[in-house]
């Protein structure tokens, strides 16, 4: 007799994090988002993020003198049979498609990898941060910011 698993690697069912900050961007901040995994096969974890940045989705630049976007970090730490596997921080600005962050990936199999494990019914854990406004050379203009971050996870290409 032979059998066979088949290697599967996604998304655990339930809806993906949406996100919110609730602290003025001025000040430092820091977001937590956890997406349910299901592979039963070492995987790559990808992420791309739309603009780079938080942008501005009420005004745009207008010479003011006022920043209009602010980057923030994002790191990955996959939770494996293995134990847990954590990235280092990458810029937002290193994330849009092609970046240098060693988990800006769009397909599924590329990106951050799982090493030698799996994740069946764990986690990917999502740290998001950015620092005081003080810290960088112009104030945030008044507004809402936006950026939305895509995320892909697949059997290691």
């Known amino acids: 007799m032979i059998a066979r698993i088949s290697s599967r690697c996604g998304f655990a069912a339930g809806d993906l994090p949406s996100l919110t900050a609730s602290a003025d961007l001025e000040e430092p901040g820091q977001l937590l ?18 603009h780079g940045a938080l942008v501005n989705i009420d005004a745009r630049d207008d010479e003011s003198g006022f920043a209009f976007a602010k980057t923030y970090r994002v790191a990955v730490a996959l939770d494996t049979d293995q134990g847990v596997v954590r990235s280092q921080p990458c810029s937002s600005a290193d994330l849009i498609e092609g970046g240098s962050c060693a ?19 764990r986690r990917a854990t999502l740290t998001i941060d950015w620092p005081p406004q003080s810290a960088l050379p112009s104030r945030l203009a008044a507004g809402r910011y936006k950026d939305t971050l895509i995320l892909v996870v697949g059997a290691r290409a």
Not at 33 to 50: H, K, M, S
Not at 103 to 115: H, L
């Open 33 to 50: 988002a956890n997406v349910e995994l299901d592979c039963n096969t070492p995987y790559a974890f990808g992420i791309t993020a739309a």
């Open 103 to 121: 988990f800006a990936a769009s397909r599924p199999g590329e990106g951050f990898s799982s090493g030698p494990g799996i994740s069946i019914g």
